[in-house]
């Protein structure tokens, strides 16, 4: 079992930055390719981004490309999405879950492990 705690988010202003964290516990997640998926009010889940074992290979969701970056280090079982120009309309619940799969484009469907969720709110 993997377990999964985000941190980081909170309230901004458009054009603002915030980096969030995951935190794991339970078993190793070097192996694991890792994500985060947003939830906004009202609407499905959306893909956001998500990184290799080693992060050595990303993929971005088209909303997020060029300002957002997904790292990892497995040394300390945390992952992070740096979020810089934000826009009211990333203001969601993140989510960092964890996949078997060896995809990094795997559907949201398809991760196995999720954490509670972290609010962000950006304002305009």
């Known amino acids: 079992q993997v377990q999964l705690v985000e941190s980081g988010g909170g309230l901004v202003q458009a054009g603002g930055s915030l980096r969030l964290s995951c935190a794991a516990s339970g078993r190793t997640i070097s192996r694991y390719v890792m994500g985060w998926i947003r939830r906004a009010p009202g609407k499905e889940r959306e893909f956001v981004a998500a990184a290799s074992w080693n992060a050595g290979m990303t993929n971005y969701a088209d909303s997020v490309k060029g300002r957002f970056t997904i790292s990892r280090d497995n040394t300390k079982k945390t992952m992070y999405l740096q979020m810089n120009s934000l826009k009211p309309e990333d203001t969601s619940v993140y989510y960092c879950?964890?996949?078997?799969?060896?995809?990094?484009?795997?559907?949201?469907?398809?991760?196995?492990?999720w954490g509670q969720g972290t609010q962000v709110t950006v304002s305009s």
């Open positions: 879950a964890a996949t078997h799969s060896s995809s990094i484009r795997v559907g949201d469907t398809y991760y196995n492990y």
